[in-house]
């Protein structure tokens, strides 16, 4: 349907510009009157005037558009009569197919209808004049067939071409202007008095209409019939219009509402994510919350969560009345924000990961499987702080009240540190080293942490490469991993270490074994049969160790030795080590006890260890004393044992008055006809006889409230600890043979104490070695995408029972299990199952070289650790701590999961998995080798 008749170019004419002027005058009063009648019948009657010439194109081309444009106004003003009407919508939203005009005409109109505002002071022609020449036109007028913009714009070029072959005077031209402007001025009059009352109009103009047809002749009636059916049609399709968007909203709507509901889980999330970490900082002071705490404790939370759903409904319903491309900047400019686009991978990766990742993970989250750890059962186990009160205090008080940064808050650079890629801040602080007024008893190789943790990056050497697999490994490591080629020009002769080509080459001597530690081993066993490698025997601490060829080698006696050498000129020896995967960690013997508990290890091991044994009565063997188990080896493989030279034979003397008045019981002493040297064996005691039988009490008994698992920055005592004697005490036995020991519960386990886990001990025990049994066949071994062939140095970094290592056993890895001081101590318990591990405080720097290990695994390490420090420096340490390509493997409160997995993509690591279950989550992230550029 047409909006307006398109009018021929027959015009009547008139003989003068005076007979204009009297037409003016006469009917002008007349105009008002017929204006509102027309205006109440049907504005649509009224129509554009058609072009005549080609010079008048650009007037008669507003003029067409004045009455579509006025049309179009009182169908926004007439709009408002009806409730449902949507407003301004879309010009796509009103194309159907009875549409009359097209997207480019509608464009013309709007711009004509400015114009034409514009000449509002214009008035002089009469409206009746534009009525009379309405009636000339109707008979000559063609019907508009629906043919669209394309044939209006080609009729006005045609009917131009007529007028100038019938009309060609410039008199004629000259008031065909005039009367086209004063039309323009009465059409903007007509315009401003429709507007008017149409307003008055809007609630009763059905009323109206009836009222003014009814008072009409019949020429009259017939146009009034004839608009009203034209309205009505109009309205009627205007209506269906309304109708099919209104009908189209409520389904969108309806499909946003499920849509809302169905991530309702996911928003919740994301909005407790997205404020966790700054109230959990808050409440430093007080346990940690948890999801369902939180809510409760803060109602705001959930008005937050209500108000988050509504406000995504309005978001929705809203798209609907913009055009496609806001809507599609809009998306954009949601994708590009850094924060939600984080949040976004994160909840894909927690809410809309594949069924059987969730099926998988779901068995390995702490609640499948154990229980959380009871508050009261921790009231009845002590802690390696409380067993060493008299620590050194080497760090400030616990952070509080820290504020959280974002994800691309955290700034890295390189440590600028002389130590460079072999930088341990614990064992290379210079200031510390500076001030020290002695260094007598080996201080400088001790620890001195710096007060504020280091948060650099420590560089990878220049050439580095994925290190060789085990067991290659123990035979040849790559040069550039670990660059140093000083021990090998010293200690090459002794077959320590040498240099082949691109590789680091070990043929498995030492300085007492200089034709291979497989041969001195196994003259150890033979020179006293009743230490019997891996069955008697499974756990060694191997003192001075070199390159830790012996521990190396051991393992194929299926023994665990934890080696130890100091920093020091034999420059980057347990490095050596642990690139070859044999355990090692950087320690002394000095002036402070060893970080394990007492009467742990089945033997201690040292051959050429250059340690003043007999020295100042003893103050270092009474320290290996001190973790030797009762009925334990001491194997002593030194020159003092086979050569005549006076200075050994010196102290052998010392030595053998030394563990004599120790009770220690000389086995045997040997000499190895194959390598030319001796070893002597030495055997300490089961029970207290020999103690009580002394003459002199040398070296003394330590008092009765010394505790001897104190090793947390404790001072060397040159004293004995007596032998447990009762039977149920840790000590008094010898643990059961391996591998049956690593299952079974110790037997000084009592089941009137309570287990971590609110069990008794026993029950613990095994409820914590069942869960990770399972857990490692369901999740770890195949559901993390970790190549364990690749696995070799593993660190628990907050080891319990041990399970998590025991679960390992079949593998050709090891574990070195991590008690923190501030947890309970079970550190005994892990040695007891034929497990090695250490104390440690993670507010501090670990005692190893830089890239040593293949995996880190954190079990609620964070969320508890968060409580006494920054996150930041131990994120900082495991990054040294890692191999590029090395795994870290987290599971902990779903808040401290999402704090590190932002520190992880600040250092540039990959996060495989990041998966959330009842306020529990795991993550698995692989090590890049990004670093810093350098900042000086």
Known sequence: MAFGRIRNNKRPSSSSNSYLSTITTVVFIGLCVLGVWMLTSDSNLVVAPKATTHASTTVTHDESNDLTTLNKSNEKINSGTFEDNPGDLPEDALKTGESQKSQEEQKISDQSSTKDYSKESNVGVSYQHIAERKDSTQENEPKNDGTGSKAKEKEPDDESAQSLGGKDSEREKQKERQEQVSEESTLTEKQNIQQSVVLDQDSNKPKQQEQVVESKDGDQQNASDQSNEEATQKYDNQQALEDDQQQDREQQKADNQQTVENQLDQEQQKSINQQQTVEEQQQQ???PITFSDETKSDPSKQDSSEDSDAKQEKEDTSKQDKPKDQ??????????????????????????????????ESNSLPNSGI????????????????????????????????VEESLYGYTWKLCNVTASYDYIPCLDNVKALQRLRSTKHFEHRERHCPEDPPTCLVPIPQ????????????????????????LAKVKGHQNWVKVSGEFLTFPGGGTQFIHGALHYIDFIEKTVPGIKWGKHTRVVLDVGCGVASFGGFLFDRDVHTMSFAPKDEHEAQVQFALERGIPAISAVMGSQRLPFPSRVFDAVHCARCRVPWHAEGGRLLLELNRVLRPGGHFIWSATPVYQKLKEDMDIWEAMSALTASMCWKLEKKEKDPINKIGAAIFRKPTNNECYDKRKENKPPMCKADDDPDAAWYVPLQACMHRVPTDESARGSKWPIRWAKRLQAPPYWLNRTQMGIYGKPAPDDFEKDYEHWQDVMNKSYLNGLGISWSNVRNVMDMRAVYGGFAAALKDLKIWVLNVVNVNSPDTLPIIFERGLFGIYHDWCESFSTYPRTYDLLHADHLFSKLKERCKLMPVMAEIDRIVRPGGKLIVRDESSAIGEVENLLKSLHWEVHLAFSKDEEGILSATKSDWRPTYDP
């Not at 954009?332 to 949040?343: C, L």
């Not at 991978?345 to 998988?360: L, V, Y």
């Not at 702080?385 to 509080?400: G, I, L, M, T, W």
């Not at 050439?463 to 000083?486: A, C, L, M």
């Open 285 to 287: 002071d007080e346990k």
């Open 327 to 360: 809507q599609q900047e809009n998306e954009a400019a949601k994708q590009g924000d850094p924060e939600q686009e984080t949040e976004g991978n994160t909840q894909t990766k927690d809410s809309t990961g594949s069924t059987d990742d969730k099926s998988k």
């Open 371 to 402: 229980p959380k750890e009871s508050n009261e059962s921790k009231r009845s186990w002590s802690t390696q702080a409380a067993h060493s009160n008299d620590e050194k205090q080497r760090r400030k008080e616990n952070v509080k009240g820290q």
């Open 463 to 486: 050439g580095y490469k994925k290190p060789v697999q085990w067991p290659q490994s123990r035979d040849k490591i790559w040069f550039h991993n670990v660059p140093h080629t000083e």
